[in-house]
């Protein structure tokens, strides 16, 4: 990830605020407000505002007067109260906002959370950075066979070289030839002063999806989370989910005693349905149990299985 | 509004704080930031969070990474463009808290704006307050004749006399019906040590819609402009225009610039439909036009006149 | 529950209607589209529109050209997938629309449920029907001693004589002094011809919180079965709870597979953190774990062990 | 636009159907069902299911019993009300769906609505098809000089012609990396049994955003219209602009009195503010006026008179 010098001048303007407020403050965030903290080779996150702290689901949650907290050791009860039986509302009370530098076949995923607001960089109005996503060679995996959705194997020797260098040949060609219907250059050079140049919501089209975009992202607490929960799962994708581990950082920063209890009942926890109960009720009693006639499939006994760590019942 | 001892000192401990921040601060709002602000007779709005200021709308807009902002002349002439052409998302990155006591029918009507965050006083948990709202009798209005969902004439001597009676009677007595189901008073006292009192979340049932409840309620600057644009109206009931009228103070006092176009273009504007543009082009020409052969029904046609203080056009 | 003779005519009227339609149709809902299904006293449900069965799920899933479905076995395989992995969307392309006649203190817990559409009857515009709630004595409960937001016993002899008496009075009065203050009967007779009325957005506000109220009420059904997820839970409350457990009989005869994936995965399964998976897994190898060593509060320890109905070692 | 024959058998299939149903049914819609109708060059919208009509908005605006209308007139002068003072809640009542074809970088604007629910074909398990959106040559515009996001003159001659050969060349040479690097063809044919293909959730981003996509897309009535007041709008890009129009005859099919109310009022409305206000009326006191004076600015000037087609005060 590399900044003009100006930008990183704007960033440090604005770490160099010191402001006064009557709101609640998170002191560790506060430390990493505005930093861009790299993802991927030319990707960033940076958290640019935020809006309450752990002090504030207590108050919501309470209707309170005042801050809403007798102690520490109580507040933390009932955040945990609150996560385990989802009382979703009181983390809806905390706000966060993010500046994201993100490839847009990321983006195309990230955007699918609804319930958050989003400015673009608007290509339509502006050209577009010359920077475009080349996965690590450690991540250049094969198509898997047994998940249609997911990675197999890394690639390796010949058949690796040959992705990265259409990857990154096609990226160029298809930027330059951008540039060229432009008629203008990424700095803003004019290429043949006797010719219009294309419209640039017309000349956007012919770039790759892993060029790099840009947004301002806002959203809830409660919403950070449902998106955490997919992103930093181990079925995301790994680009989305580099993004999301880097989120995680900022959420303990933030909220650590919600981080505890959402790292403890959503992140770390499970789903067992009604079939897997009784499973698991014999497995305790000791009773003998086959997967034929425990109702569920092949799969989710599997996932059950694996699930509670009990390798040895995998079939 | 009577505020106990209690909540009046917890109000004065958190607007004693005094933290360091990164983050934009709105220095006006910063003034009030706490404070009960008194509404009707028992009710209140207290901004208890804000996040962003004017300046956080353009740096949206621009996706920047500094403050987004070039001086204050440009700031203003981009937040007034966005406004005019309804360019939404940047007014969603301002977010704001508000503590309101209000009457549970006036709670009814605010909570029809979904895309807010709330967390009301539970009244399953907890007593609710003995408050309820008695109308000024300058607010004591009769039904309107011609506007069904309106008000008419004030009502005056017995008439009005009656009502305030009927109205503060039944209160009271449902009320103490309440308390003596729960077998419970208010301050936590036990009236007959005896009995079992009836459940909270069924007690509550008796009482009237005038009570007073309270929440907190959590929307970002957008959908509170949409808000105010509904609720401070002249057809708004008199009730939540009270409340409405108090949250345009607040959002002068945040982002003073979005104030000033948001009351230009909103509050202050008008609509003309495609008929209606017709009919003002003629009257600009000084063509003669009828309201029979305008397209518009007599009640189109008086709303446009009245828009343009055309009185001597009204039929 | 009652309904007009001109309100059931019109019900009548409704389901005489034979079109036809290229679109899916569910047909076991159909044959009982428009019935008004009485819950409690005097409330109801009817529904009065869909879209979509358990195929659109399937075609949307596969964004299909046709109705999306093979056989009915890998329908089904696809709509358990889907929801026990939370692929949600799919569930959102079936839409449900019920007109439901419920108390008001009731509508306040629904209306939280913000991802739906609602109409409600106007109290401002229309004078509301004299029918308010009373509970049946099976279900007047005193309040739980040990949760704070609970029922406990039944209430019996005196003191649930006393509450009826005391509901059925106020509630009766209040609606008497509602028409005395309108100067109007709820047929429309004005009661005294020499005086105004006062307007019905006000006198409104006399009225219990048992006052029934209707509204039509439409949402989509992945956000219906989060709506019973919460509202058919033995922790609702029982008034809603009556309400939710008749919606679920509808989704049963509208999506009957995806209802069946449902109850499986939602409905009758449970969470497990991941404290409590090291627990389970201790408990299935035979190991030997105390509450005091499982990081686990004595309520969460209780929960899991109810969760998997270890009865023997709830503590 | 081409379909596969199994595709057009699908859906001949869907048309074939002859379903009863008690529901409100759009006759004029029901006869373009499933219909895919072409836009652009590779792209359509197909409406595949629907719910309600104009006398669904009726009835809930009503809360009524039964179908909620009295006669077209009175029905035609309601939503007419509900129109013009942004009553909307009774058009979320309706709601319909669309299968779309579009390319991504116009699927990238219409996501931000996110008010609808969306599938989008997965490019993380399939392949997706080699078509790619080129323009009609009198679509290939220049960059506008006055609006940095529009278009102007049409591009002519040899600039047209390397503009269309560049987007044609790269977009099928991407493509063919894509498959190259898939290992594998569109068809499914393995390029070279000797070595693993590239996750497709990898090799998907080298294509371009021309590309095609297809999703399900589903949205209230009151949404779409949203959707196409910013979307059929002379300012939205004509790409776009292409699907807009074709919905709006779809909705004229469905809900025909609703259309003619939202061509009136939004569609050929115009919004003026508090400024423009006194403007307008000035000019038909016929009192003389000079932007100077008006406190608008020349932009805003301008904008004002074009709405009411005064070119001759144009600056």
């Given at each position: 990830?590399?900044?003009?010098?100006?930008?990183?001048?704007?960033?440090?303007?604005?770490?160099?605020?010191?402001?006064?407020?009557?709101?609640?403050?998170?002191?560790?965030?506060?430390?990493?407000?505005?930093?861009?903290?790299?993802?991927?080779?030319?990707?960033?996150?940076?958290?640019?505002?935020?809006?309450?702290?752990?002090?504030?689901?207590?108050?919501?949650?309470?209707?309170?007067?005042?801050?809403?907290?007798?102690?520490v050791?109580?507040?933390?009860?009932?955040?945990?109260?609150?996560?385990r039986?989802?009382?979703?509302?009181?983390?809806?009370?905390?706000?966060?906002?993010?500046?994201?530098?993100?490839?847009?076949?990321?983006?195309?995923?990230?955007?699918?959370?609804?319930?958050?607001?989003?400015?673009?960089?608007?290509?339509?109005?502006?050209?577009?950075?010359k920077?475009?996503?080349?996965?690590?060679?450690?991540?250049?995996?094969?198509?898997?066979?047994?998940?249609?959705?997911?990675?197999?194997?890394?690639?390796?020797?010949?058949?690796?070289?040959?992705v990265l260098?259409?990857?990154?040949?096609?990226?160029?060609?298809?930027?330059?030839?951008?540039?060229?219907m432009?008629?203008?250059?990424?700095?803003?050079?004019?290429?043949?002063?006797?010719?219009a140049?294309?419209?640039?919501?017309?000349?956007?089209?012919n770039?790759?999806?892993?060029?790099?975009?840009?947004?301002?992202?806002?959203?809830?607490?409660?919403?950070?989370?449902?998106?955490?929960?997919?992103?930093?799962?181990?079925?995301?994708q790994?680009?989305?989910?580099?993004?999301?581990?880097?989120?995680?950082?900022?959420?303990?920063?933030?909220?650590?005693?919600?981080y505890?209890?959402?790292?403890d009942?959503?992140?770390?926890?499970?789903?067992?349905?009604?079939?897997?109960?009784?499973?698991?009720?014999k497995?305790?009693?000791?009773?003998?149990?086959?997967?034929e006639d425990?109702?569920?499939?092949?799969?989710?006994?599997?996932?059950?299985?694996?699930?509670?760590?009990?390798?040895?019942?995998?079939?």
């Amino acid at each position: 990830m590399k900044l003009t010098n100006e930008q990183s001048q704007e960033i440090k303007d604005q770490q160099s605020q010191e402001n006064k407020t009557k709101r609640a403050t998170a002191p560790e965030l506060e430390k990493i407000l505005y930093n861009a903290i790299p993802i991927l080779d030319h990707g960033f996150i940076r958290v640019v505002d935020y809006m309450g702290d752990d002090t504030s689901i207590v108050q919501a949650a309470r209707v309170s007067y005042g801050k809403g907290t007798k102690k520490v050791s109580t507040d933390a009860g009932l955040i945990k109260y609150l996560m385990r039986h989802w009382h979703s509302t009181p983390f809806e009370m905390c706000e966060i906002k993010y500046h994201v530098k993100l490839p847009i076949f990321i983006a195309r995923q990230w955007i699918r959370h609804r319930t958050a607001n989003v400015n673009e960089y608007s290509a339509r109005y502006s050209i577009l950075d010359k920077e475009f996503y080349l996965p690590d060679p450690k991540h250049l995996a094969a198509q898997s066979q047994s998940n249609r959705q997911g990675r197999g194997e890394i690639l390796e020797g010949e058949k690796a070289k040959q992705v990265l260098d259409l990857l990154k040949g096609d990226a160029e060609q298809t930027y330059n030839n951008y540039e060229m219907m432009l008629n203008e250059r990424y700095d803003g050079s004019v290429i043949n002063e006797n010719v219009a140049g294309l419209a640039r919501e017309l000349a956007r089209m012919n770039l790759t999806l892993n060029t790099y975009t840009q947004w301002y992202w806002k959203t809830d607490l409660l919403n950070l989370m449902n998106f955490l929960r997919l992103r930093a799962d181990q079925h995301a994708q790994y680009e989305i989910r580099a993004y999301a581990d880097s989120m995680l950082d900022t959420l303990k920063k933030w909220v650590p005693i919600t981080y505890e209890a959402f790292m403890d009942y959503r992140v770390g926890g499970t789903e067992v349905s009604a079939k897997g109960k009784l499973v698991i009720q014999k497995l305790i009693k000791g009773e003998k149990i086959l997967m034929e006639d425990s109702g569920l499939s092949k799969r989710e006994w599997n996932e059950l299985m694996e699930a509670f760590s009990l390798k040895d019942k995998l079939i």
